[in-house]
């Protein structure tokens, strides 16, 4: 784990890189994983922070698709940082299927069969499953219900499949999942969900 200075460069780092709004998306999902940690009995706030400015981390490569979950593995990996690249590859993946991503695949092949292989071969654990959930409570300007952000995603990438409905029900589960770890519903603690939501 890296720690939270220096996420903090390699977040500044790769915006330089590629400025764009998902420095803000990610900056949300780390304070929405934190909200969510400090109110759950096995997750730490400060790591869930950590991880969550991180889990996108490969787009200081460019404007790409998917393949930035790996370029993000890749960019932490060389670096030590074993649990926060992790989170780069499962973030994306609700559905354990490499085929599910919310857009197309643009890397080569081999690449595509490490994500496969990579997947059959964890179980995901419970900071998995917070960036899964944590990634689509996220908008650039703040938090929102799980259908806004399905619709933003869904109206960029233009990428209805076979899969997407899947990945709605995962994610649903997961927010249930994590309401019942909370004691709570969720959104109840995310400042501004309405007005993000609604435009208010």
């Known amino acids: ?12 780092e790769a915006e330089a890189l590629n400025p764009g709004p998902w420095v803000a ?28 400015l991180l ?7 460019g404007v790409k698709g998917m393949v930035h979950v790996l370029d993000g593995y890749r960019f932490l990996t060389e670096r030590g940082h074993t649990q926060a690249a992790r989170i780069c590859l499962t973030h994306s ?7 599910s991503g919310s857009s197309d695949w643009d890397g080569t092949e081999e690449e595509f069969q490490f994500v496969v292989d990579y997947l059959a071969g964890i179980e995901y654990d419970e900071y998995d499953r917070l960036y899964q959930l944590c990634d689509a409570l996220a908008l650039p300007e703040g938090f ?18 076979e899969f997407t409905l899947p990945k709605w029900q995962a994610t649903a589960e997961l927010k249930q999942h994590f309401d019942e770890m ?19």
């Open 55 to 61: 889990h996108d981390i490969g787009r200081r490569e």
């Open 1 to 12: 784990m890296p720690a939270l200075n220096q996420a903090q460069v390699y977040l500044r």
């Open 144 to 161: 929102c219900l799980l259908e806004k952000r399905w619709v933003d995603v869904l109206m960029r990438y233009k990428n209805f499949t």
């Open 182 to 200: 909370i004691g709570q519903n969720l959104y109840g603690l995310l400042p501004g969900i309405v007005e993000t939501t609604f435009g208010l």
């Open 93 to 99: 993946y609700p559905v354990k299927d490499a085929r």
């Open 25 to 52: 998306h990610s900056i949300r999902v780390a304070e929405a994983a934190r909200i969510i940690a400090e109110h759950h009995p096995d997750l730490d706030p400060e790591t869930a922070y950590i991880l969550g």
